[in-house]
């Protein structure tokens, strides 16, 4: 196990792991997962690739599963907890903290205990709020909205019925004609009765 591994793992210890737990996560490995009915909280420690000897940096994703959403998009059922690439909506925290993507660096003269408490309010003021403000079908299908795929789709007809699905339908036909087939078959296994031409 590498330097920077164990250190990535400390600031874990330091902070996250207890915050996290206390917010009702399970821990495995480097991931987190609570679920609330049939859909899934999912909050993932990404080492960079780059890392290397003493010296790296992390950053945090975070995703929602909707079950409905992935259901009505065709994907099929988990057959356990999702992975964070798995989840319907998906973010980092350091997006929702700074603006940009971030990433913690660790460095060899790094106060471990500092990072910890930075990322342990990170999440507790950006991270957590936006996983529970995610488990609405709505506030998924605004996050969604600029994204042309099936689970953008479904969130839209779920939430805003067939001419929210119809508008939001046409612009991912627009933006990716190549995938218009797929696009038209999700619409007439729903019941979208439209002339998409």
């Keep these: ?21 206390s917010e009702g996560f399970k821990k495995s490995a480097r991931n987190w997962h609570k679920q609330e009915g049939d ?13 290397i000897g003493a010296e790296g940096a992390f ?4 995703g929602v599963y ?11 059922p988990l057959t356990g907890k999702p992975k964070e690439y798995e989840a319907t909506v998906r973010e980092r925290v350091g997006v ?20 910890a408490q930075e990322v342990v309010e ?10 529970n403000t995610h488990q609405s079908v709505s506030a998924i299908a605004e996050s969604l909205e ?13 939430s805003g019925g067939e001419a929210a699905a119809i508008l939001r339908l046409k612009k991912a036909i627009e ?12 619409a007439k296994k729903v019941g979208l009765n439209n002339d998409l031409g």
Excluded: C
């Excluded at 600029?146 to 779920?158: G, K, T, V, Y």
């Design 175 to 186: 933006s990716r004609p190549r995938a218009k087939d797929r696009y038209v078959s999700w």
């Design 146 to 158: 600029q994204q042309p795929s099936l689970e953008s789709l479904s969130a839209a007809f779920l």
């Design 1 to 21: 196990m590498s330097e920077i591994y164990k250190k990535i793992d400390e600031v874990i210890k330091l902070g996250l792991a207890s915050f996290m737990k």
């Design 59 to 62: 950053t945090i994703n975070l």
């Design 66 to 76: 909707n079950a409905e959403i992935s259901s009505l998009a065709g994907k099929a």
């Design 39 to 51: 859909n899934w909280l999912v909050v993932n420690v990404q080492s960079s690739s780059g890392n």
């Design 122 to 131: 990170e999440m507790k003021n950006y991270g957590v709020p936006w996983l």
């Design 96 to 115: 929702l903290a700074h603006g940009v993507d971030h990433w913690w660096k660790i460095e060899k003269e790094s106060e471990l205990s500092h990072i």
